[in-house]
T-cell receptor, first 114, second 118 residues
């Protein structure tokens, strides 16, 4: 059974803290993604990675960075958390087969910044 | 740039009614892929279907069916004889080929909240 696991379901952090959201997949997928979900806006892409140590900005990268040191792990970093980063964060992975394949999602991390 | 619009923010039906969720997309790419995902209260997005831009055949899977029309840039989703377990947020999404440089990035619609009452 395919699996994308996010380290926390719920997080509460203080403004200015450095926050790490971890994501691990066990499907040997090349592509990994971080999306942010907000009501009325759907999911928006923050960053993605198509290989180890490779990363590219998505549509809303400001205030975030990522790390992919191993193929199975993709971390999202909030350098200095702010209240407007309170949101649901979803990690996903997919195969890179020369065509677009379906993405598999984690259960999400609901982050509250106070 | 790509865009996906789900104009219906919320839909409420009574069990056994049929319901159609609308999805309209915009892209200049000629090779693209359309998806529907379901997000139950647990939060995890569940893949339902993928269609590529060269395959306009409609598809039926049990109570679910999809109508893809390139002429109107629409990819609508119908649930027949809805059930309470169908209550969820449904997302339509688009990915373009872009010569293989897209890496499966998805552009999502705003989502439609479907509530099925017993």
């Amino acid at each position: 059974d395919v699996k994308v696991t996010q380290s926390s379901r719920y997080l509460v952090k203080r403004t200015g803290e450095k926050v790490f959201l971890e994501c691990v997949q066990d499907m040997d997928h090349e592509n990994m993604f971080w999306y942010r979900q907000d009501p009325g806006l759907g999911l928006r892409l923050i960053y993605f990675s198509y290989d180890v140590k490779m990363k590219e900005k998505g549509d809303i990268p400001e205030g975030y960075s990522v790390s992919r040191e191993k193929k199975e792990r993709f971390s999202l970093i909030l350098e200095s958390a702010s209240t407007n980063q309170t949101s649901m964060y979803l990690c996903a992975s997919s195969l890179n087969r020369g065509r677009s394949t379906e993405a598999f999602f984690g259960q999400g991390t609901r982050l509250t910044v106070v | 740039a790509q865009k996906v619009t789900q104009a219906q923010t919320e839909i409420s039906v009574v069990e056994k009614e049929d319901v159609t969720l609308d999805c309209v997309y915009e892209t200049r790419d000629t090779t693209y892929y359309l998806f529907w995902y379901k997000q139950p209260p647990s939060g995890e997005l569940v893949f339902l279907i993928r269609r590529n831009s060269f395959d306009e055949q409609n598809e039926i899977s049990g109570r679910y069916s999809w109508n893809f029309q390139k002429s109107t840039s629409s990819f609508n989703f119908t649930i027949t004889a809805s059930q309470v377990v169908d209550s969820a947020v449904y997302f339509c999404a688009l990915s373009v080929w872009a010569g293989g440089t897209s890496y499966g990035k998805l552009t999502f619609g705003q989502g439609t909240i479907l509530t099925v009452h017993p």
